[in-house]
């Protein structure tokens, strides 16, 4: 007996190798962290790698997507889309070996709208995976939940209308029985919750916001109002952030054009909202001890620090603790480490802002064009840009660059983790990094 306590005593003091799954757009926590609260994860994730270097698996995605993959019992998902914007696919690829166990066909569309330029594709949302399913969503042309087993189709929705204009972006979020879609296109923007079990519509809410095109004089020249009506000013592409506010309370935070809503998740109730001049925000925002960092927009971007509490209109409140205009993203998303935020411009220039302040700490260029949102797990930030550069950081007030590893082609979706591997989806393929010699082997 003895000697068994003395086991168990044994086998608790000694460090999991925790296998991480990512199961949505920023992994666990929707904020790009590995682990909660701030903490460096234990993993062996690679700091080095190449095309001939700590490659585990190499295996080529059909078509084109930008969406994260999500991992789960070791299985890998993400959808890609003909370049055209025809056909709409799932793809799941096994975790260990790369093999391609399903790609299935889910959607077609005979006259799919133009994108109308080369950042987005018609595979950009990244779908949400739980134990049995994964819900895939690619905006206006189809949603749908399939069997992580099978690939069966257990249910599908294309009756969700948006003129996505630039193609869609927003991801899926899951919340208790619910399915959260947002549709912030040009003519209708909304967020609709669906059952999970069945598909149907449980809540749906339209933004209420006060279009520039409302306030025209008539004295406009037809090419700036055509622009206003028909254009990207009221579109968005972020993906909302539910977080649980001091008091308890469960928030669904969603910038979109005009406006950043919070709602409640479970009944699409508004619950406040702050108004701002600028449209098709995408990053994400993120969130700690009751504060929720969020991007305003991409003409003149801001990213702005928010005291949750207060209800109802909060334009004029003193709820925006301060505001950024420097070097903001206008693609990627936040990251917040330690009280530090760190953000990647488009032309590849590093913020580091302390969160209690919004003041800048150091700001440094490592080069590139991102759209990709960066990680942090083993103790590091990993950045990845459209060239195929990883650039690896160490936080912290003072740069410290700790690699740069380059792959034959860029990344456009946000990286993943599965356990000790770094999960790369670039324009053409899927990668498993891995250490081939981690420490403690």
Same mark, same amino acid.
């Not at 899926?172 to 149907?200: M, R, S, W």
């Not at 055509?226 to 309370?249: E, F, M, N, S, Y």
């Given at each position: ?75 890998? +998902? ?7 914007? !025809?056909?709409? #696919? ?17 959607? !077609? ?8 330029? %080369? ?11 739980? @134990? ?5 969503? #690619? ?71 006060? +279009? ?20 990207? %000013? &009221? @579109? ?12 308890? &309370? ?22 406040? &909202?702050?108004?701002?001049?600028? #449209? ?41 603790? +301060? ?40 700001? @440094? ?17 990993? #950045? ?13 007030? @003072? ?43």
């Amino acid at each position: 007996m003895i000697r068994e306590l003395l086991a168990i005593l044994l086998l608790s003091t000694v460090p999991i190798n925790t296998r991480a799954d990512w199961p949505e757009f920023r992994g666990p926590y929707g904020n790009g962290h590995v682990v909660a609260n701030d903490q460096a994860s234990s993993g062996n994730l690679p700091l080095t790698w190449s095309e001939t270097e700590n490659v585990r698996w190499k295996t080529p995605v059909p078509h084109r997507g930008w969406s994260t993959p999500v991992v789960r019992d070791g299985k890998i +998902w993400l959808t890609t889309a003909t370049e055209d914007g !025809h056909d709409f #696919f799932a793809v799941c690829v096994d975790a260990e070996s790369g093999e391609v166990l399903h790609n299935k066909k889910l959607f !077609h569309c005979d006259e799919p709208e133009p994108l109308g330029n %080369h950042l987005n594709c018609y595979a950009a949302p990244s779908p949400a995976i739980e @134990k049995g399913r994964v819900y895939v969503h #690619f905006g206006s042309y189809g949603t749908a939940c399939l069997d992580t087993a099978t690939g069966e189709i257990l249910w599908q929705r294309d009756d969700l209308p948006c003129r996505h204009y630039r193609g869609p972006s927003s991801s899926v979020v899951l919340f208790e029985n619910l399915v959260i879609l947002t549709l912030d296109g040009v003519d209708l923007q909304y967020t609709i919750a669906l059952d999970k079990q069945t598909g149907d519509t449980v809540w749906k809410t339209i933004r209420d916001v006060e +279009w520039n095109d409302q306030n025209l004089t008539g004295n406009e020249d037809p090419a700036s109002v055509q622009r206003i009506r028909d254009g990207d %000013h &009221r @579109k968005a592409h972020c993906t909302p952030l539910i977080v649980t506010t001091p008091d308890g &309370r469960t928030q669904m935070i969603s910038p979109g054009a005009k406006a950043a809503f919070a709602y409640d998740p479970r009944t699409g109730d508004e619950i406040w &909202r702050i108004d701002y001049d600028d #449209f098709s925000v995408a990053p994400r925002p993120v969130f700690h001890d009751g504060i929720a960092y969020l991007v305003t927009g991409i003409t003149h971007p801001e990213l702005w620090a928010i005291r949750l509490g207060p209800t109802g209109n909060l334009t004029d409140s003193d709820t925006v603790l +301060w505001r950024l205009n420097s070097r903001v993203s206008k693609t990627a998303s936040p990251l917040l480490v330690d009280g530090l935020i760190y953000m990647i411009s488009d032309d590849g220039i590093v913020n580091c802002i302390d969160a209690a302040t919004g003041d800048p700490v150091w700001q @440094k260029r490592i080069g590139g064009a991102f759209a990709a949102s960066p990680i942090y797990a083993a103790g590091r930030i990993y #950045f990845c840009n459209q060239d195929g550069e990883t650039t690896v950081l160490a936080p912290g007030r @003072k740069f410290k660059e700790l690699a740069t590893n380059t792959l034959d082609d860029g990344c456009m979706a946000s990286p993943a983790v599965d356990g000790d591997a770094l999960i790369l989806r670039t324009k053409t393929h899927l990668y498993r990094l891995e250490d081939s010699q981690p420490a403690g082997r």
